[in-house]
C-alpha cells in the first residue's frame, strides 16, 4: 500500500544518507573518536 512505499523510501533516503556520512567520516579520519 501507500504506506510500504513511503517507509522504503524513508529506509532509502535513511541509507542514502548514513552511506554519505559514513564515507564522508572515513575520508576525514578525524571523527574517528567519536564513533567509538
Not at 533516503?13 to 554519505?20: E, S, T, V
Request: glycine share 8%; aromatic share 12%; charged share 15%.
Amino acid at each position: 500500500g501507500v504506506f510500504t512505499r513511503v517507509a522504503q523510501r524513508l529506509l532509502a533516503m535513511a541509507a542514502g544518507i548514513w552511506h554519505n556520512w559514513t564515507t564522508g567520516v572515513t575520508s576525514k579520519r578525524s571523527l574517528t573518536a567519536y564513533d567509538h
